[in-house]
């Protein structure tokens, strides 16, 4: 049985459909890369399956439980995390606030304390500046933020919609490590990139989203090796 | 009487209104930093709590303390109805229709108090029962020096709950990105009606303090405090807790200052002219901050 399946999922804003009946399935400890270019509909399946937004029609069902119809707040105790894009950390909230409303469906002070400690090691410069406004972190800080509030959640997967956007190629090999390092904890990824190349290189398999449909799809490798995706998205 | 003593007095007054006005201007300050909207019927809470009170003292005989409560009660319930009712249809609607839902809101209460108790006043006795205290030659009344503390009390509880607590973090997040905070696991819906409680709550001991004060009740008694406190919300940043209590006391101190000293018929407009004065300089008001709005 797959994580997370989806099932001839549509959504549409009004009257543009922005997602045109897809499928798509993770397996327990796979990276899975989705790709696409700008305004292909990553974004909103990301949005959909963690309820933020209501699909038109399909399933999402995640262990096997449907959830396509549970508000956005009760998805996050299921374990299903979800650092959204532009990392949305909470600019007036110091770091600590933020990592700590990642753990708020959490109960337990102490295993909340335990997850903090190792958020704290893999993100030391989180625990630097742990009293300071998430606002006035640089951009590669405030990913890191991002990805540590949503593994406070201590989630059985994590969805990551464009973690590399907007940093510097040094930050971006950095999150794409953290990114190898989280899967090999055994948490589940889903990752949503425009750095096709950086993404099919650390994944498993990967999908192809094109204006809403899923036009491709495979292992990680054989994409990489794919004309039509060394064309379109790899820039070959 | 010294002019000194004399100035004293007027700032102790003007102290007295500005922490009613502060407290009622949270209440706008919070629902807006939530909800994005201003809440015009928050002023028609403190008639409501005004009312209540009355009710529960003088018509069903309760004794003082069981009558606030029953006040802090019914507002409470008014502020997460109302918004339930009213405003969270509107969720997503243009601005403009939920002022114009806020105003009818507003007048729909004062009208329904209208045609419960009537046009006419209705006297209320303090349940203030302490006399005052006398410093040298300066006498401040029992309300003044009652008022005072509790509005401290609200101020510095109110400051806690929103700075220490989980709670408080949540609403600070939902405040900030409701999409974000969703993903967290915050009930944004839940949220947002507390934050109607607690200005409510807040607009209802505004109220016992005002009827303490005036000792008489009518139906558009909530009127010119909400008009005065959304203005000192303005003034000190709308969207900001520390902006309501500052704006809230500056705009008491100044209204009662000049009043004493300029006019009483210009002090309205002394006051007017200072907001415009400091929006001129600072559009955000004293505390408040300019911020994108996120999608
Ligand atoms: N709130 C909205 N209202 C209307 N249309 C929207 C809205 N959000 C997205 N869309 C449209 O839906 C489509 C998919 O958008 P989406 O944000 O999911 O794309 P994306 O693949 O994440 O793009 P990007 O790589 O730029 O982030 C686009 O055509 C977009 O214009
Ligand atoms: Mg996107």
């Known amino acids: 049985m797959a994580m997370l399946k989806i099932t001839d999922l549509e959504v549409s804003y009004g009257m543009i459909q922005a997602i045109r009946g897809i499928n798509f399935e993770v397996e327990q400890g796979e990276v899975i890369a989705l790709i696409g270019a700008n305004g292909a509909g990553k974004t909103t399946i990301l949005h959909t399956v963690t309820g933020l937004l209501k699909c038109k029609a399909g399933k999402i069902e995640f262990e096997g439980k449907d959830i396509t119809k549970l508000p956005g707040h009760k998805i996050v105790s299921l374990g299903m995390a979800h650092v959204p894009e532009g990392r949305r950390v909470f600019a007036d909230l110091s770091v600590l606030e933020n990592l700590k409303l990642g753990a708020y469906t959490r109960t337990d002070k102490q295993e909340i304390e335990d997850t903090l400690k190792v958020i704290y090691k893999r993100f030391p410069r989180l625990e630097e500046r742990k009293s300071q406004m998430a606002g006035t972190l640089s951009g590669g800080e405030q990913q890191m933020l991002a990805m540590g509030r949503a593994l406070m959640s201590h989630p059985k997967i994590i969805l990551m919609d464009e973690p590399s956007m907007g940093l510097s190629p040094i930050f971006v090999s950095e999150i794409f490590d953290i990114i190898k390092e989280i899967s090999a904890s055994g948490t589940t990824v889903l990752v949503v990139e425009q750095n096709a190349k950086k993404a099919l290189s650390i994944a498993d398999r990967a999908y192809v989203l094109e204006t809403g449909n899923i036009v491709l799809e495979g292992a990680a490798k054989d994409l990489l090796e794919n004309d039509s995706v060394k064309k379109a998205y790899l820039g070959e | ?295």
């Open chain 2, 1 to 295: 009487m010294g002019i000194l003593q004399n100035i004293l007095e007027q700032f102790i007054n003007g102290l007295r209104s500005g922490s009613i006005y502060a407290l009622i201007a949270l209440g706008y300050t919070m629902v807006y930093g939530i909800a994005k909207m201003i809440n015009f019927a928050h002023g028609d809470i403190i008639m409501v709590g005004a009312y209540a009170l009355y009710v529960g003292l003088s018509i069903l005989h309760l004794p003082a303390i069981l009558a606030i409560l029953l006040s802090l009660v019914v507002c409470t319930i008014f502020g997460v109805v109302i918004e339930r009712v009213a405003y969270k249809p509107l969720r997503s609607a243009p601005p403009l229709a939920v002022l114009i839902t806020a105003i009818g809101v507003s007048f729909l209460l004062q009208s329904v108090s209208l045609l419960i108790f009537g046009a006419t006043p209705i006297p209320q006795e303090s349940i203030v029962k302490f006399a005052g205290i006398k410093i040298g030659g300066l006498s401040i009344s029992g309300i003044t020096v009652v008022t005072l503390i509790v509005t401290t009390i609200c101020m510095i509880s109110l400051t806690w709950f929103i700075q220490k607590t989980k709670m408080g973090s949540a609403m600070r997040a939902v405040a900030e990105d409701k999409g974000a905070a969703e993903l967290m696991g915050i009930d944004v819906n839940k949220t947002i009606s507390l934050t109607f409680a607690i200005g409510s709550a807040l607009a209802s001991i505004a109220g016992i303090l005002y009827v303490c004060q005036y000792q008489s009740l009518k139906p558009t008694l909530g009127a010119m405090p909400g008009i005065k406190a959304f203005v000192a919300a303005v003034l000190g940043g709308i969207g900001s807790v520390p902006g309501a209590m500052l704006g809230g006391i500056i705009l008491g101190l100044i209204e009662s200052l000049s009043k004493a000293y300029i006019s009483t018929e210009l002090s309205d407009a002394i006051v007017f002219g200072i907001l415009v004065l400091v929006l001129l300089i600072k559009p955000s008001g004293l505390l408040g901050k300019i911020r994108k709005e996120k999608v």
